[in-house]
């Protein structure tokens, strides 16, 4: 089992900047790939970024490309969402997930075993 907390979302203006964290506990967090998910209302989940169990390979939806940047501290059983230029599409709801492979940067949330419970993400204009 791992148990995942993210924290850090919150109310941003317009071009501003945000940093997602999300703790795990419960495995070794280099065994897992590592996920960011997004859900706005009334739409359906969107992949956002992952990231490889030792963060050599990742991989980023297009629209976020460029803006944001995933990354990991497995000494910290950590990962990060960097989130730049934001805009205000990207409010939504982000997930933090784990994958129970190591070896892909899974982009399909079916894929993902464990699910942390959201922090909101807001951008206003």
């Known amino acids: 089992q791992v148990q995942l907390v993210e924290s850090g979302g919150g109310l941003v203006q317009a071009g501003g900047s945000l940093r997602l964290s999300c703790a795990a506990s419960?495995?070794?967090?280099?065994?897992?790939?590592m996920g960011w998910f997004r859900q706005a209302p009334g739409k359906e989940r969107e992949f956002v970024a992952a990231?490889?169990?030792?963060?050599?390979?990742?991989a980023y939806a297009g629209s976020m490309e460029g803006r944001f940047t995933i990354s990991r501290d497995n000494a910290k059983s950590t990962v990060y969402l960097q989130m730049n230029s934001l805009k205000l599409e990207d409010t939504a709801v982000y997930y933090c997930?784990?994958?129970?492979?190591?070896?892909?940067?899974?982009?399909?949330?079916?894929?993902?075993?464990?699910w942390g419970q959201g922090t909101q993400v807001t951008v206003s204009s």
């Open positions: 990231i490889t169990g030792l963060g050599r390979v990742t």
């Open positions: 419960g495995r070794t967090l280099r065994t897992h790939t």
């Open positions: 997930a784990a994958d129970s492979s190591p070896i892909s940067a899974t982009i399909t949330w079916d894929e993902y075993n464990y």
